[in-house]
């Protein structure tokens, strides 16, 4: 059975660093690229990171460019998002995502097969 499993998240004052990590189990993460997603209320699920199955290549959406770091470790089938500096506005649902096998890492939510329940964080002004 597949599973996501995010862990991490919290509440933090605008400035402060979390870490959040992604425990995958059921499948074989390491062919996969994984992704963050989150979604604060009232708003659509919005893409974060992503990383592809090598951990070669990653891709952050421009809000959170040079605050947050996505990471894989795949002896470990986890993934991590590294948040720095945070701000008010990244208050929302985290999400960690896999997609298909061997393939690109791509922002579309669309394109990614399996979701975690996701954890909450919230940054205070």
């Known amino acids: 059975q597949v599973q996501l499993v995010e862990s991490g998240g919290g509440l933090v004052q605008a400035g402060g660093s979390l870490r959040l990590s992604c425990a995958a189990s059921?499948?074989?993460?390491?062919?996969?690229?994984m992704a963050w997603f989150r979604q604060a209320p009232g708003q659509e699920r919005e893409f974060v990171t992503t990383i592809s199955w090598s951990g070669r290549n990653i891709y952050y959406a421009d809000s959170v460019k040079g605050r947050f770091t996505m990471s894989r470790d795949n002896a470990k089938n986890t993934v991590y998002l590294r948040m720095d500096s945070l701000k008010p506005e990244d208050t929302a649902v985290y999400y960690c995502?896999?997609?298909?096998?061997?393939?690109?890492?791509?922002?579309?939510?669309?394109?990614?097969?399996?979701w975690g329940q996701g954890t909450q964080v919230t940054v205070s002004s």
């Open positions: 995502a896999a997609g298909s096998p061997w393939g690109a890492p791509v922002t579309g939510l669309r394109e990614y097969d399996y």
């Open positions: 059921g499948f074989a993460m390491s062919r996969y690229p």
